[in-house]
């Protein structure tokens, strides 16, 4: 476990997850919620957590966003609040 | 996805990622036991190269060859084989899910007996994930509008 990368990845994490609830556009933000789900992962995979890591990448990653993409097909875009 | 285009970048390039994407699936499968993997994350992968074939073709096209009734008998049987190989287990007189007493039909020793049901029971978490997954895509996509209401509105 190297604490150098440990700590850029939960910084990124971090980033990602606060961008994504502040962002107007709504594709955006699913966008930078794939983002967030990959750095997760990446966190998971370099503490040793492979089973976990997989399913954040085939689930977090890929599913869900194809699922938030479907649902924003039939919402607006912008946010209103 | 339901409004009908034809882009031949994005349509050949599908057809060519799709077969690649499922057999990915099928080795995250067939490595499940020894590996990181398995039925859950096999189905997940699987069922994206489904969603990838929704997004890039037309919509009802899709729903026509791989429609919801497909998809609801094979959510229903990936829980059957799930199910019956626990039952199969406690008809030969053991707990629900012991694969070592599968021995008495299967031509192994317990040990390879314990191996084959763990992988009947990741071949039913796999069907039942790939069909529940292609089946929330299409409910959150259509509505949850079937595809006679669909075809009567043209779209």
């Given at each position: 476990m190297i604490w150098q990368l440990d700590l850029i990845l939960v910084f990124l994490a971090v980033i990602a997850a606060v961008a994504a609830i502040t962002v107007r556009d709504l594709l955006s933000a699913v966008m930078i919620l794939g983002a967030f789900s990959f750095f997760m992962c990446m966190i998971w995979t370099q503490m040793g957590g492979l089973d976990v890591a997989f399913t954040e990448a085939c689930v977090g990653a890929g599913i869900t966003t194809a699922f938030f993409i479907a649902t924003l097909y039939n919402t607006t875009r912008r946010t209103k609040d | 996805m339901v409004r009908e285009f034809e882009d031949v970048i994005i349509q050949t390039l599908c057809r060519f990622l799709v077969p690649f994407i499922q057999l990915y699936s099928l080795y995250v499968f067939a490595h499940g036991h020894s590996s990181p993997g398995g039925g859950f994350q096999g189905g997940c992968v699987m069922a994206a190269a489904f969603v990838l074939i929704f997004i890039a073709y037309d919509l009802n096209e899709a729903k026509r060859r791989f429609g919801e009734k497909a998809l609801l008998i094979f959510c229903c049987l990936g829980v059957f084989i799930y199910a019956g190989t626990g039952w199969a287990c406690l008809l030969l007189?053991?707990?629900?899910?012991?694969?070592?007493?599968?021995s008495k039909v299967l031509p192994t020793d317990p040990v390879k007996a314990r191996y084959y049901g763990m992988a009947m029971i990741e071949l039913g978490v796999q069907i039942a994930v790939m069909a529940v997954m292609v089946s929330i895509f299409l409910d959150l996509v259509t509505r949850g509008e079937h595809e006679e209401i669909l075809e009567e509105k043209g779209a």
């Open positions: - | 007189g053991s707990n629900f899910l012991d694969y070592g007493f599968l």
